[in-house]
């Protein structure tokens, strides 16, 4: 089989008009001729339009190089599109510390990839530096109004707000800014797919709504203990003037021509996990079926997804695939599948269970796991999408449709009228099957704070590492008899949810000792290479 660039430079691409052709041309605005965005505006002029179905693709706990959640989506976009049904896939948009580092990009493989693949997986639209600009300047300006006088009396100790980049880098983590000068502190770096201004961009509904959660950001904290918010640096029309382009998602296409929304890339495990708001409600205005999907496994991306996102946006999802894969199935064991397939169906949402196809598999190997679970009336489905594209998931698609014409008994897993620490507590006990929550005494001090300060209500996000349900990566399978313990409880007001830090989570990566941008080549027609 070709490779994965050979595929994708050997598709024949069509210009982002007649991808774009059920969108208004007067809401299209072009970057080149692969790729557009479509003005965020046009989703108030469809508020009276009907939705189509939603449908999430997450996975059971992967492996280090991933079980092929985007992939399979894409290939699920263009398996409804052989079915003529109207369909969009929404995705993320990819980030260049994965790029660069060991897993590299998420624009799918083989015969299931959005293109242009070098555009997507680089610079794109710049909506990533944006949010990186945008966010940077924050943090500029608040060490600028401390060098001039420090009018609002901010505690240099307590301020919350980090400095990101788009780049994978740990020396970064804990550094001394202004030596020696009067604004001498110690600071840190996050990666920007953990950034507030990333989950906000994933949560807006529009610009105004952007620019109010803008303002609502919890930036720190006064010498007599008072929230500072963005607002009192005065600084809210300077943030969004860097993210007015931002708001609008982007249209690309697949291998196969399927529309494709990617839009926004906070990561699963530290942050939102999802695509924005923005183009997943767009994409339900203008097609009967729309795929997207949520990071890692079940208990992060799918939780949030549910639990935020769609409670923010006042989602119902229709159906959901699990997707699973051999390598997986050996590494964490069947039980953890199970402990996925339950936590799915606290949700009360009708699922399938898709078994992703890598080229080592034996197919008695994976006859077997789907005899297992149809025994236990489990549907399940081999996907080949990555050698097949469409065709390779037309069954999964046949199912989805019968599962999106049933009604469901959608619900979350938590009140928001719970404590701060009982809406942890559930997510542990619920989708980790913890027995509990351990919490050192800064998360304590943060929860007393943040509930002092009137933010008990919101929802919580938790971080966590993905490599096992729980929050210990060397609990594999499906780990009992545990508790998790909560470092930190963080603002992220703005966004509208709280983070909490729980086992041993960084919020800025580091690169293995050989990263893939030592394999990474540009050959003489300007094109990528992995050699």
Not at 71 to 77: K, V, Y
Not at 277 to 290: E, N, P, W
Not at 458 to 463: F, G, M, Q, T
Request: hydrophobic share 40%.
């Amino acid at each position: 089989m070709k490779t994965d660039a050979e595929i994708a430079s050997s598709a024949k691409l069509r210009r982002i008009h007649s991808i774009a052709r059920r969108f208004p041309s007067k809401y299209v605005m072009p970057y080149g001729r692969h790729a557009a965005k479509i003005n965020a505006v046009l989703l108030q002029d469809l508020a009276n339009k009907k939705d189509g179905k939603l449908i999430l693709v997450t996975s059971m706990s992967p492996t280090p190089s991933g079980e092929g959640k985007t992939t399979l989506t894409i290939g699920l976009a263009q398996a409804f599109k052989l079915l003529k049904k109207k369909v969009i896939a929404c995705i993320r948009q990819p980030s260049l510390g994965p790029f660069f580092g060991a897993k590299g990009g998420a624009t799918g493989s083989g015969y299931s990839q959005v293109l242009p693949v070098e555009d997507i997986s680089l610079h794109f639209t710049g909506d990533d530096h944006a949010v990186v600009s945008a966010h940077n300047l924050i943090s500029s300006i608040i060490d600028n109004h401390i060098y001039h006088g420090n009018k609002l009396g901010i505690n240099p100790d307590r301020i919350l707000w980090k400095r990101v980049s788009d780049i994978n880098d740990r020396a970064l983590r804990k550094i001394k800014i202004d030596f020696s000068g009067k604004g001498e502190r110690l600071e840190g770096f996050h990666i920007s797919a953990a950034s507030e201004l990333m989950s906000i961009l994933c949560l807006s509904r529009n610009l105004s709504d952007l620019k109010k959660r803008i303002e609502n950001i919890l930036l720190a904290f006064n010498n007599d203990g008072r929230p500072i918010l963005l607002k009192d640096l005065k600084i809210q029309g300077a943030v969004t003037a860097l993210l007015k382009n931002a708001v609008h998602p982007n249209l690309v296409q697949s291998v196969e021509g399927a529309p494709v929304f990617i839009h926004g890339g906070p990561f699963g495990n530290v942050s939102l996990g999802c695509s924005s708001l923005i183009a997943t409600k767009l994409a339900l205005k203008l097609s009967d079926y729309v795929i997207t999907e949520a990071g890692f496994a079940t208990e992060l991306g799918a939780e949030k997804f549910f639990d935020i996102k769609c409670r923010v946006g006042g989602l119902k999802p229709s159906a959901v695939v699990i997707v699973a894969t051999f390598k997986a199935l050996r590494l964490h064991g069947g039980a953890n599948l199970e402990k996925h397939i339950e936590n799915i169906r606290k949700f009360g949402l009708p699922f399938l269970v898709a078994i992703n196809r890598f080229k080592d598999d034996a197919d008695e190997d994976l006859k077997e796991i789907i005899a297992l679970l149809e025994n236990k009336g489990i549907p399940a489905f081999i996907s080949d999408v990555r050698n097949k594209g469409g065709k390779g998931g037309l069954d999964i698609a046949k199912e989805l449709i019968k599962l999106c014409k049933a009604k469901n008994n959608f619900n979350y897993i938590y009140s928001l009228k719970l404590s701060i620490k009982q809406k942890i507590i559930a997510i542990a006990k619920e989708m980790y099957g913890a027995d509990g929550a351990i919490w050192t005494k800064e998360a304590e001090d943060d929860i007393r704070t943040l509930e002092g300060a009137g933010y008990k209500n919101l929802p919580v996000c938790i971080a966590k590492t993905p490599k096992s349900i729980s929050d210990n990566p060397d609990l594999i399978g499906r780990p009992e008899c545990f508790n998790i313990t909560v470092h930190r409880v963080m603002p992220a007001t703005g966004a509208g949810f709280l983070i909490a830090l729980c086992g041993k989570i960084l919020l800025m990566p580091g690169f293995p000792e050989h990263p893939l941008a030592e394999k990474i080549e540009v050959d003489g027609h300007e094109h990528l290479k992995i050699c």
